[in-house]
Nanobody, 124 residues
Framework: QVQLVESGGGLVQAGGSLRLSCAAS????????MGWFRQAPGKEREFVAA????????FHADSVKGRFTISRDNAKNTVYLQMNSLKPEDTAVYYC?????????????????WGQGTQVTVSS
């Protein structure tokens, strides 16, 4: 069981940056692969990025490659999403998620635990 709390969302103008953080309450953070998904109003939840439990493997959606970077600090039980060059279409609620599985990290059904989400709004 792991509890996840996202933070760092907010309002930013197009071209700006935000860093989202996800704090995990677990004694075994290093056994979880972590992911970020987002959901805009009226749309399905969308994969954004994922990172393996040892940070040796990362995935980023095509829509965010070169702009977003997922990372983790196992000593702090925290996963991050650095978001640069933000666009209005990045506006969504961003969710942190965790799984003990290794594969299928781009698929939401792979994940077992979800945070409450943090709102990111990018204005033009």
């Amino acid at each position: 069981q792991v509890q996840l709390v996202e933070s760092g969302g907010g309002l930013v103008q197009a071209g700006g940056s935000l860093r989202l953080s996800c704090a995990a309450s677990t004694r075994t953070f290093n056994t979880y692969a972590m992911g970020w998904f987002r959901q805009a109003p009226g749309k399905e939840r969308e994969f954004v990025a994922a990172i393996g439990r040892s940070a040796d493997t990362t995935f980023h959606a095509d829509s965010v490659k070169g702009r977003f970077t997922i990372s983790r600090d196992n000593a702090k039980n925290t996963v991050y999403l650095q978001m640069n060059s933000l666009k209005p279409e990045d506006t969504a609620v961003y969710y942190c998620t965790a799984t003990t599985r290794i594969f299928g990290l781009k698929d939401s059904v792979t994940y077992d635990f979800w945070g409450q989400g943090t709102q990111v709004t990018v204005s033009s």
